[in-house]
């Protein structure tokens, strides 16, 4: 099993589980060999160097997946625009750049660790997921858990990783926060915002992503 793997701190508790689930070190070593940012990883699944992935949801419409994400049912402070900046898209993100069309935003657009950081220290940033949340009264989803082949075993990773939460050793807590310069008791609090199923309301609000996106002027999905 290879699996691309976004070292945001969105995907922390999955990659814990994910550390448990693996039943041999070439497993392991296969998931940790296919780390980038999501555009990377979206081009590494569509050209099958990867075997699964979570799947920017703009770049999913046509892939397989199960009921796991990344959502946002409110505010999220890591998918952020800065509407004093110039308009800048993100080279990381696809949906985030997306969103921001749909929603009329203008301005500089940051994604994952280094967009919680700005927002953890600065006031003059729009959240997109809580904007989205005002104008449609529906969760975000930014990425989806997708597949080539394999489903029983990723319907198996998805039943094993919602059933109980993923709780984040000490240690590796300390190491996120060394790494991405964001503090402990901030990851926690950030972590609150993210859910990962894929219910019936965020599929609602995925559904109603693609009804706005593919309505989108073609220039603009660029």
Not at 15 to 28: A, S
Not at 50 to 70: E, H, P, R, T
Not at 72 to 94: G, L, Y
Request: proline letters at 3%; one cysteine or more; a positive charge.
């Amino acid at each position: 099993m290879i699996f691309g793997k976004i070292e945001y701190l969105n995907l922390l508790p999955f990659h814990i589980f994910m550390k448990r689930f693996t039943k041999n070190n070439q497993q392991q070593m296969s998931m940790e060999h296919k780390k980038n940012v999501p555009q990377k990883i979206n081009n590494a699944f569509l050209n099958r160097r990867v075997d699964a992935a979570f799947i920017s949801s703009i770049k999913a419409q046509k892939s397989k997946y199960v009921n796991l994400g990344i959502i946002a049912k409110k505010d999220v402070k890591s998918v952020i625009v800065i509407p004093s900046k110039e308009h800048q898209k993100d080279v990381a993100s696809a949906s985030s750049n997306i969103l921001a069309n749909i929603l009329h935003v203008k301005g500089e657009i940051l994604i994952g660790d280094k967009a919680l950081r700005y927002a953890l220290s600065h006031d003059d940033y729009i959240d997109l997921a809580k904007l989205w949340h005002k104008k449609y009264r529906f969760p975000f989803v930014f990425a989806l858990l997708c597949y080539h082949k394999d489903k029983n075993l990723y319907k198996t990773i998805e039943k094993g990783f919602l059933k109980r939460e993923v709780k984040i050793p000490q240690y590796l807590l300390k190491q996120a926060s060394k790494k991405t310069a964001i503090k402990e008791k901030d990851i926690l609090k950030y972590l609150k915002l993210i859910s990962y199923k894929l219910d019936y309301k965020a599929k609602a609000g995925l559904k109603k992503f693609y009804q706005e996106a593919n309505n989108m002027p073609r220039q603009l999905k660029k």
